[in-house]
């Protein structure tokens, strides 16, 4: 048996609700999941539909209360002892036993109270006895229903005592008494307090069952929120490192284009030529990562995420600009998981648009060593070095970089390289783990 401090237990007509962002009759604020509300609150539970209204538990409650009446006004008309006959002022308190069946759901003590007190009243004014179990199940069953279990068989085990007590000192039949009446009377109350526990209990799984489901159905929500989320992260660096990239080679390319139009067209003409390509190859990744915006499966069969066999593209398109670029693959180039690979071309990309926008160097060094276990790449030049204002690591390319890598459970250091530039130096894992 439970004793609960809940006046309104669940699954007695109303039900939680999630805390989540879709679902209907959502009470902001409130904690998830929701507690048992306190007696005479609401707590955060809702009625449920096709469940017990509050006026269907009404016309229950009074037919319950009918049922008592019915059955204590029988024992009175009985009329089996007592020095007072069946007169009006003890139908009255069958009446009013009845009427305490109202009110038992908001206030099962209260009922239990009362109930207990009109019968120790009713036999103290020696009307024809009604025994003590029958006007006192419904009460019982109530309080025990609302969690108060321990309350109900103390209740009982006092008036039964009490009564027991007075009653063999008024002379009543001990083998009678103890034999047959107590018996009946602890086992109808026991009877009494177990089914109210049972519903209770009975209740409280429910309760919990469905608390389960619409938890599961919250995570399940967010847990997608997150992965769109982290998809639309994904894609707004992509589309950053892609326009970036872009951006500062046209940038490059067209001063180169502006100062040799009149003295060396064919400069010229290869610089405009690297902005078209820059811009061909800018505009299909567009495409590409647009396409599967609007639908994964109406992709264009072209992969928003380029590999390192791209590697040769990006650096060629900065060294069209003027900048001379050096690439050097160590160890043996090994398949790697498509992430990894798109991964370090960003990172690559990110570290040459940098130099082109902010180092004023002449030369750079891309290096990619495979080991076993990771994958390192280094971009080195021999500009300015670690000091400028965008080498701080605060900029959004170099923050979004390190977010890349970490996301795979990789590493970024910046630091000054050997020729006295500034060095991005990345460790990527073979294996990724979800």
């Known amino acids: 048996m439970s004793d609960s401090a809940s006046g309104d237990e669940p699954g007695s007509g109303r039900e939680p609700v999630a805390a989540g962002p879709t679902h209907p009759g959502i009470r902001h604020g409130t904690g998830w999941p929701p507690e048992p509300a306190a007696e005479g609150t609401d707590g955060g539970w809702i009625a449920a539909p096709g469940r017990w209204t509050a006026r269907g538990a009404l016309a229950v409650d009074c037919l319950l209360g009918a049922a008592v009446t019915a059955v204590v006004a029988v024992a009175i008309t009985a009329d089996l002892g007592g020095s007072r006959g069946p007169d009006v002022t003890a139908y009255l308190f069958a009446a009013g036993l009845g009427a305490l069946m109202v009110v038992r759901r908001p206030f099962p003590l209260l009922a239990l ?8 009243a009713y036999h103290i004014a020696d009307f024809p006895p009604i025994g003590l179990a029958i006007p006192l199940a419904a009460a019982l069953f109530s309080a025990a229903e609302a969690g108060r279990a321990r309350i109900a068989v103390v209740t009982s085990a006092v008036l039964l005592a009490v009564s027991s007590f007075f009653r063999l000192r008024e002379g009543e039949d001990v083998g009678y008494l103890l034999g047959y009446e107590l018996a009946s009377s602890v086992g109808v109350m026991a009877a009494a307090i177990a089914l109210g526990d049972a519903v209770r209990a009975r ?8 608390r389960r489901a619409l938890s599961a159905a919250v995570e399940r929500e967010r847990e997608a929120e997150s992965r769109v989320a982290a998809e639309r992260l994904r894609i707004a660096r992509d589309l950053h490192d892609v326009l970036g990239h ?6 490059l390319q067209a001063d180169v284009a502006a100062e040799a139009l009149a003295d060396d067209p064919a400069s010229a003409r290869s610089a405009l030529g690297a902005i ?11 495409r590409a990562t647009l396409g599967l915006l609007r639908d994964p499966a109406e992709g264009d069969g072209r992969s928003p995420m380029p590999g390192l066999d791209q590697l040769g593209r990006v650096v060629t398109s ?5 900048l001379t670029v050096r690439t050097r693959v160590e160890g043996t ?7 990894v690979e798109t991964t370090a071309l960003r990172v690559v990309q990110e570290a040459l648009t940098n130099v082109l926008r902010h180092a004023d160097a002449r030369h750079a060094e891309v290096v990619v060593r495979h080991e076993e276990t990771a994958v390192w790449v280094e971009v080195g030049d021999d500009g300015r070095g670690p000091g400028g204002g965008h080498r701080d690591g605060a900029g959004q390319g170099l923050r979004g970089m390190c977010e890349r890598v970490g996301l795979l459970g990789g590493s970024v250091e910046l630091g000054r390289a050997p020729s006295g530039g500034f060095l991005v130096t990345a460790r990527l894992p073979r294996e990724v783990v979800a």
């Open 318 to 322: 900065v060294s069209d600009g003027g």
């Open 276 to 286: 078209r390509s820059a811009s061909d190859d800018a505009s299909r990744e567009l």
């Open 113 to 120: 109270a009362a109930t207990a007190t009109g019968v120790v």
């Open 246 to 251: 872009t951006i500062a080679v046209v940038s």
């Open 333 to 339: 180039p090994r398949p790697l998981p498509l992430v």
């Open 203 to 210: 209740r409280r799984w429910r309760w919990e069952s469905r």
